[in-house]
């Protein structure tokens, strides 16, 4: 069985200041971790993925993650906020066994303010 | 860069009816899924679809739904007769392969409304 859970439902930051965006999970197997973002409508966009390489994930527009297992985490953080990053982020964790599902965070809504 | 396409992007149906919701996954893709997300809720797996039949499944996935590859390009889940709980954004995903760094990318939803 696998779970994600998403500490946040709402974030709000300033523009030019850190995000930090928390993520727990668990899972049976050892999991592959994403992040995907959701501006309004639109799909589902791969920020990034943890598939047991290196634990510090980089991803597009600025935003990392980092794999800890001790702590069950995949937090997402990126250093300085711009107002085109205010969407949707899910947490999404995949067992490590081919052509899975993905069990999907319930989401935390970015807000950037001026 | 290719994407996965779904239409319609918005579907208004009368309880009872059938639909059919259509997705495009991207063309050298071998793996196919479709989720949905109630509003104000978390993003839920419905179905896996390889090689012609259903890979894997969720509860929700019950008798009413079905899904089918009827050409090379569609991908197409069918809800014979809808309730009112149907009501949800549908998103279409597709994979290239197995591979652990194969990503899934997504469409941008159907949302389909049930009255």
């Known amino acids: 069985a696998q779970s994600v859970t998403q500490l946040d439902s709402h974030v709000s930051v300033s523009e030019g200041t850190p995000v930090l965006l928390r993520c727990n999970y668990s899972?049976?197997?050892?999991?592959?971790l994403f992040w995907y973002v959701q501006h309004p409508n639109k799909g589902l966009q791969l920020l990034l993925k943890y598939t047991s390489a290196a634990t510090l994930v980089k991803g597009i527009n600025g935003f990392e993650a980092e794999f800890k297992k001790s702590e069950t985490s995949f937090h997402l953080t990126k250093p300085s906020a711009h107002m085109s990053d205010a969407a949707e982020y899910f947490c999404v964790v995949s067992p490590a066994r081919a052509g899975n599902m993905l069990t999907f965070g319930g989401g935390t809504r970015l807000m950037v303010k001026p | 860069e290719p994407e996965v396409t779904q239409t319609p992007s918005h579907q208004v149906t009368q309880m009872g009816q059938e639909v059919i919701l259509r997705c495009v996954p991207i063309s050298n893709h071998l793996y196919f899924y479709w989720y949905r997300q109630i509003l104000g809720q978390k993003v839920e797996f419905l179905v896996s679809?390889?090689?012609?039949?259903?890979?894997?499944k969720s509860e929700i996935f019950d008798d009413q739904f079905s899904v089918e590859r009827p050409d090379g390009s569609n991908f197409t889940l069918k809800i014979r007769s809808t309730k009112l709980e149907d009501s949800a954004m549908y998103f279409c995903?597709?994979?290239?392969?197995?591979?652990?760094?194969?990503?899934?990318?997504f469409g941008p939803g159907t949302r389909l409304t049930v009255l």
């Open positions: 679809f390889y090689n012609n039949e259903i890979s894997e």
């Open positions: 995903a597709s994979r290239e392969g197995p591979a652990l760094v194969d990503t899934q990318y």
């Open positions: 899972s049976s197997y050892s999991p592959s």
